[in-house]
Structure formats: structure tokens, C-alpha cells
């Protein structure tokens, strides 16, 4: 890999998703804390470019991602301007910009380690298992909400999360659309640890610590290594996800989905 001359770089994040760059730690934190860090597409670009800035640049020895307020992310947003946003831009482009940030999370060179302190849901899932190490909070859970609104998981969930917990478990959270508990999740293989709110920072902060005084070239070809033997999958999961989710993010199920959930109401699927 080719590293460039970082002495002039800098790093710019957007409102909704705040980067920074200090002491080797590249921050990245989703800033939306009053919908629980939804996602939108310039979110998910940010990450992206962010990332592949980030994986030449010699300064750059861990990524931590985040999310403000008391969640990590509730996934894509369904408000009515984030519907209304997704229509400007295509669903085709959404559901890119959503995988090309999965990716990153993957190819980045450097470990990124994901810090979730609540809910975690729908694409949140996928960014936080496409990390390195999952440090959750004993209030944090995670759910793939798809099904709730007439979607399938995307992102590369469907290979993320298999690698980590298997088929049988993955298939029950992408078709129940569970509530998994952190305990749960880190008995299931779902995360690194599981700590009480109060020490999570503290906790975090050890773990990268640790990475920050580790051998980065050793790290790197490690964090490469593990996942080129269990990601293999990674690109055709991908694939797949964006084929069936185009078909079904245009579907009456999915209209009813949101609008139930909007609503907070169960939805009326009439499987059309």
C-alpha cells in the first residue's frame, strides 16, 4: 500500500456524522442523537470517504465509531424527510452509499472498533459487526428490524453476521426482528465485550489504548488475514442483499412498513 504524505491532510466530517482526528484514534460518531443516530446518505459517504482517506495516512493507528446520545444507531432513517431524501436520491443510491460504508468498515487497514452503548438496529448491525472489536454496554441491544417494515437486511448484514454467530442464529435474528440483548450478544459471538453504562468509555478506552501501542503493521495484516478466511462471502452477501432489497424497498409491503412504524402501529402486510 502506498502511503501518502499526511503532513497537509485533514479531515472533514458533516453535521449529522463528526470526525476527528486525535492521538491516533480516528473518530468517527453519528451525530443524530434525537432519532437514535439514523442514517442517511451523506452519512454513510462520509464514512466511506472518511475511511478510504484514513487507510494511507500513517497518523491514523485505530478507528473508533460511535454514536451520540444513548445509542449507537437505530439503522436507516424512515422518518418523512428521510423518505422523502431517499426519493431524491433513488433507493439504488441509498442502498450504495449504505454498502460502500460497510466495505470501508472492512477494508480499512486499521482496527475500528465500534462502541455501543444502546440500541443498535437495522444497518447500525451491519456497521457495527463490519468492525473489529463490538465494546456494547450492558444497555445496548441489537435487532434487525427489516422484517418489521417489509425489508431484508442489507449492508452485508447476511454475511456479518453468520460469521459471527452462524446460520442458525443469524436466520432467527434476520426473521424474528429480535430485541438481542448485550449479554445475549456476547454469549452468542455477537460482540467483543459487555460492560455496565458507567465504565463503558473506560473500557473502550483500554482496548484502544492497546491497539494504539501494538505493532500497526502486525495489526493490519492480522485484521486482513482473519477476514479474508471468514468474509469470504462478504461481496456475493452484498449482491444479493441489493437485488432483493430493490425489489422490495418498491413494494406496498414496505410503504405499509413504514407508515405502521411511523404511526406505532403493527403492519397490515398484504404480501403484493
Not at 464514512?47 to 473508533?64: G, H, N, W, Y
Not at 455501543?116 to 463490538?134: E, I, K, M, N
Not at 446460520?167 to 430485541?179: G, S
Request: include cysteine; proline fraction near 4%; charged fraction near 20%.
Amino acid at each position: 500500500m502506498t502511503t501518502v504524505d499526511s503532513s497537509e491532510q485533514t479531515y472533514t466530517g458533516i453535521d449529522d456524522l463528526l470526525v476527528e482526528l486525535k492521538d491516533g484514534v480516528l473518530h468517527l460518531t453519528m451525530n443524530r442523537p434525537d432519532s437514535l443516530n439514523s442514517l442517511t446518505a451523506a452519512m454513510f459517504r462520509t464514512i466511506t470517504s472518511t475511511l478510504e482517506q484514513a487507510a494511507t495516512d500513517p497518523r491514523v493507528k485505530v478507528v473508533r465509531l460511535g454514536g451520540a446520545g444513548r445509542g449507537f444507531s437505530s439503522g436507516a432513517g424512515i422518518s418523512d424527510k428521510d423518505q422523502a431524501q431517499k426519493s431524491e436520491d433513488g433507493p439504488e443510491s441509498v442502498l450504495t452509499a449504505a454498502n460502500d460504508a460497510a466495505r470501508s468498515i472492512v477494508k480499512v487497514p486499521q482496527p475500528v472498533v465500534a462502541v455501543v452503548q444502546g440500541p443498535c438496529a437495522g444497518v447500525g448491525v451491519s456497521l457495527a459487526l463490519a468492525s473489529d472489536f463490538v465494546i456494547a454496554s450492558e444497555k445496548a441491544y441489537f435487532m434487525l428490524a427489516f422484517t418489521k417494515i417489509g425489508l431484508m437486511p442489507d449492508g452485508g448484514a447476511s454475511a456479518l453476521i453468520a460469521a459471527a454467530v452462524g446460520r442458525i442464529r443469524a436466520m432467527r435474528m434476520a426473521l424474528m426482528a429480535e430485541r438481542i440483548n448485550a449479554r445475549d450478544a456476547y454469549d452468542w459471538g455477537l460482540v467483543s465485550a459487555v460492560h455496565p453504562a458507567e465504565e463503558l468509555e473506560a473500557e473502550a478506552d483500554k482496548v484502544i489504548t492497546t491497539l494504539l501501542n501494538g505493532p500497526a503493521v502486525s495489526l493490519r495484516k492480522t485484521k486482513y488475514a482473519v477476514n479474508a478466511a471468514t468474509l469470504t462471502e462478504l461481496e456475493a452477501a452484498i449482491a444479493r442483499e441489493t437485488e432483493g432489497q430493490l425489489v422490495l424497498l418498491s413494494s406496498p409491503d414496505f410503504r405499509e412498513g413504514a407508515r405502521a412504524f411511523q404511526e406505532r402501529r403493527h403492519a397490515n402486510f398484504t404480501d403484493i
